[in-house]
T-cell receptor, first 113, second 113 residues
């Protein structure tokens, strides 16, 4: 079955460490997105990519980095510059422009210890 | 500015009663409108969407939504709530020719037995 796989489901990071969250899709979707969700809050866009080897900053890109070397993959690195990284991270993909909506992964919960 | 508003942080309803979760939007052009549901520690699941045509859209799990262009609203409804409907609901809008979805802040639905 086609879908989006995020791994790991739970991730613990020490202060000052960089960590990378994986997002892989086999839907042949062009566009991919990373969102951050804090308790009791909505979704905030971190980065998005419309095509391979191209990506744009979202609303809260500081302290994060991404790459899009393959259509299927859009990993997110949470760097040590992100001062408050504890959150639930959601990856999504879409066919592209138009009325298609998103397909979401099941999320990664990152906790700083 | 383009935006989506979900004016209620939480909606409480008794099982078997009808439910409504409100959503209003502000975008230029003709919007595509979506509802998603999120269960604890999970990604968002698609419920339904409005593209064009009939203003009443039917979706998954017995949910429906009514598009009202004059009031710029897209309220989610269900005739008879179930305890299992308790979750976090997000309204989203995709403006014309846009890759990105704009999400509301979410409404927590609590259905009591």
């Amino acid at each position: 079955d086609g879908g989006i796989t995020q791994s790991p489901k739970y991730l613990f990071r020490k202060e000052g460490q960089n960590v990378t969250l994986s997002c892989e899709q086999n839907l042949n979707h062009d566009a991919m997105y990373w969102y951050r969700q804090d308790p009791g809050q909505g979704l905030r866009l971190i980065y998005y990519s419309q095509i391979v080897n191209d990506f744009q900053k979202g609303d809260i890109a500081e302290g994060y980095s991404v790459s899009r070397e393959k259509k299927e993959s859009f990993p997110l690195t949470v760097t040590s510059a992100q001062k408050n990284p504890t959150a639930f991270y959601l990856c999504a993909s879409s066919i592209g422009q138009g009325p298609y909506g998103y397909t979401f992964g099941s999320g990664t919960r990152l906790t700083v210890v | 500015a383009q935006s989506v508003a979900q004016p209620e942080d939480q909606v409480n309803v008794a099982e078997g009663n009808p439910l409504t979760v409100k959503c209003t939007y502000s975008v230029s052009g003709n919007p595509y409108l979506f509802w998603y549901v999120q269960y604890p520690n999970r990604g968002l699941q698609f419920l339904l969407k409005y593209i064009t045509g009939d203003n009443l859209v039917k979706g998954s799990y017995g949910f429906e939504a009514e598009f009202n262009k004059s009031q710029t609203s897209f309220h989610l409804k269900k005739p008879s709530a179930l305890v299992s409907d308790s979750a976090l609901y997000f309204c989203a809008v995709s403006p014309d020719s846009s890759y990105k979805l704009i999400f509301g802040s979410g409404t927590r639905l609590l259905v009591r037995p």
